[in-house]
């Protein structure tokens, strides 16, 4: 699904105003409908609701939210941010339905004028939304410190005013939400860590919003999801054989860290690959026979014909001395076709850089942030991180899994934001398990992006159904890759 600018969102409104058609007045009151309905699903309107309003139509939206709680039997007060400009239409027309309903509107014109706000209370914030143009200051940042020291629960209406759709927020003024109701889709802001702290609980609110304008567009950003990954899954014929699913060389594992290698093995194994060989320390051997008998092995020292394999998956408890920075080295003269790249490969290519121009065209790379600013520079906030993902993508040309909450994908000079996953899988060994999946999927002869985007799914959704007898607390790699049976499974009906 694609993901759009704060700029392709209001050619999304107008699209949706001409081609239903419906007038953006209308088009208004079903959004702040649909926030009404959800606060009072969610019963918090016996509480003293307080809603702040600017002048655009973030803040229309806070108006017709106010007159819709007043035909419930709930009593709003309504402050409007008041700088002396006009509201919108949509914003006047809202206030003139209000005024007849109530007296309890306030126009904010200094900071005297700012009301008193107790914690038990709840703060409908609609000063700014997707219309924000540069950071907040002066009253409207003394409003929102105001609401956000008052501790009161907080709904931000479409984004928490002052954060931008697009770019980096990081250290701007920007409400503290409890709750966000953001119209129709997700929005990049929503995606990154950094802002995390800011938008609280995201409810995605629908809209309806006219759909034939995203064949339209032109997106820079997607949502991975289920119809997506599904529809790219390669049937398995009833005449194939263990040829026709590849054969993957890992080369992982050292003193003390043979347990990436195995996670590495099993899971390269779990998600089909023909034939797997894991080339490791001769001492561990028996570690890696006795674990996974499945694989094959070979021990480092051996002069492997890398042409035998469909792909390699580098990395895993690899360790970076130079024994292990030599054998990478080798490996990326001797071999040519897209490989798996993960946590030690990395590390060694950091400390190398001149490294990353032998990695074959089309590798798939595998970075958490800090492995990524190792490799490709330090970046201020999320969002120059992201774009740099971005543009290394199309420079090398490589496919970069920037890993997070949301992994991203980055190919050719777009990004795809995985949508499955859960906090338990914050624990080490998980990155070990999606190497070995998207190794298994590259030697099964999926496209490195395929390959890459099916990964970072189908390692999330395995994370999400071992929840079914794991917690967040208890979840451990080996749970994911016993629960990718059933991911695929499911993927697959
Ligand atoms: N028909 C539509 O376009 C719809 C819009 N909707 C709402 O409209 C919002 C977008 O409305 P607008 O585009 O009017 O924009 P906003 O309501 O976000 O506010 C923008 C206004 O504030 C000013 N402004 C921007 N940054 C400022 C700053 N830092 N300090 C002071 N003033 C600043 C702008 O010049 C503009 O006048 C959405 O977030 C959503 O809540 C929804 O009602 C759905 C339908
Ligand atoms: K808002």
Redesign the pocket.
């Known amino acids: 699904m694609k993901l759009l600018s704060a700029q392709q969102?209001?050619q999304w409104?107008?699209f949706t105003?001409m081609h239903e058609p419906v007038a953006?007045i209308d088009?208004?009151e079903?959004?702040?409908q649909s926030c009404t309905d959800w606060i009072i699903e969610n019963n918090l309107h016996s509480k003293t609701i307080r809603i702040f309003c600017?002048?655009?139509?973030?803040?229309?939206?806070g108006l017709a939210i106010a007159r819709q709680l007043i035909e419930r039997g709930v009593n709003p007060s309504v402050f409007i941010l008041e700088?002396g400009?006009k509201g919108?239409d949509?914003?006047q027309t809202n206030l003139n339905r209000l005024h007849p309903l109530t007296t309890e509107i306030y126009f904010l014109q200094s900071e005297d004028f700012f009301p008193e706000i107790q914690k038990e209370d709840l703060t409908i914030d609609?000063l700014?939304?997707?219309?924000?143009?540069?950071?907040?200051?002066g009253l409207?940042a003394s409003l929102v410190d105001h609401i956000n020291n008052s501790g009161a629960e907080v709904i931000a209406?479409?984004?928490p005013s002052?954060m931008f759709i697009d770019k980096s927020s990081l250290g701007n003024r920007l409400i503290k939400a409890t709750y966000t109701l953001t119209?129709q889709s997700l929005k990049l802001n929503f995606l990154l860590a950094e802002n995390a702290v800011w938008f609280g609980y995201v409810e995605v609110l629908d809209?309806r919003l006219h759909h034939a304008f995203l064949q339209e567009i032109d997106a820079d950003f997607n949502l991975l999801d289920k119809h997506f990954i599904s529809r790219h899954l390669i049937d398995r014929k009833p005449f194939s054989h263990k040829g026709t699913f590849g054969h993957a060389l890992l080369v992982a594992g050292n003193k003390g860290k043979m347990g990436a290698a195995v996670l590495a093995a099993r899971s390269c194994l779990r998600t089909g690959v023909g034939l797997l060989t894991t080339f490791i320390p001769e001492e561990a051997l028996s570690i890696m026979q006795t674990a996974v008998p499945e694989a094959m092995v070979l021990v480092r020292g051996e002069n492997p014909d890398l042409d035998k394999y469909n792909t390699l998956g580098i990395g895993p408890g690899l360790g970076t001395a130079d024994d292990a920075v030599s054998l990478l080295k080798t490996m990326l003269e001797k071999y040519s076709q897209p490989v798996v790249l993960d946590a030690d490969a990395l590390n060694i290519i950091s400390g190398n850089k001149q490294l990353l121009k032998q990695v074959p065209q089309g590798s798939v790379l595998t970075p958490h942030p800090k492995e990524f600013d190792r490799l490709f520079g330090e970046s201020p906030n999320d969002f120059e991180r992201l774009q740099k993902a971005i543009d290394a993508s199309k420079e090398y040309p490589l496919i970069i899994i920037l890993k997070g909450h949301y992994s991203l994908v980055a190919h050719n000079g777009k990004g795809w934001f995985n949508t499955t996953g859960n906090a338990g899988m914050a624990t080490g060994g998980t990155g070990d398990v999606l190497t070995g999946i998207i190794t298994s999927l590259l030697a099964q002869k999926y496209t490195p992006f395929i390959a890459a985007c099916i990964g970072v799914y189908v390692h999330g959704m395995a994370g999400d159904l071992a929840l079914a007898y794991q917690s967040e607390e208890s979840l451990l790699p080996s749970d994911i890759i016993e629960a990718l049976g059933t991911a695929f499974n499911q993927l697959r009906s």
Not at 54 to 61: E, L, M, R, T
Not at 128 to 137: K, V
Request: charged residues 15%; glycine residues 16%.
């Open positions: 969102i209001h409104d107008a105003i953006s088009l208004m079903r959004a702040a600017g002048k655009g139509n973030n803040g229309g939206d700088f400009a919108t949509d914003f609609a700014f939304g997707s219309g924000l143009n540069r950071p907040l200051t409207s209406i479409d984004v002052g119209f809209i």
